[in-house]
């Protein structure tokens, strides 16, 4: 006999979003705030998305 939980699908879809922006400069622990001041700052765009499909094999395994 077959028992069946609340949820008993046997698909998961998971998506994750991520925006990251950086702009302040350091050599070492100091920070080079003067980058900004001259304009000489680099500023890195980082957007990432992590999509992860889990199928469920039986009751205990997934």
């Given amino acids: 006999m077959k028992q069946h939980s609340a949820d008993s699908s ?3 879809l998971t998506i ?3 925006y990251f ?3 302040r400069h350091f050599v ?3 920070e080079q705030k003067q980058r900004i ?3 000489t700052e680099v500023i890195n765009h980082q957007d990432t998305i992590d999509i992860a ?3 469920k094999l039986n009751s205990r395994l997934s």
């Fill in 10 to 12: 046997k698909w998961q």
């Fill in 16 to 18: 994750n979003n991520r």
């Fill in 21 to 23: 922006k950086s702009f």
């Fill in 28 to 30: 070492g622990t100091t």
């Fill in 37 to 39: 001041d001259l304009g």
């Fill in 53 to 55: 499909i889990q199928g």
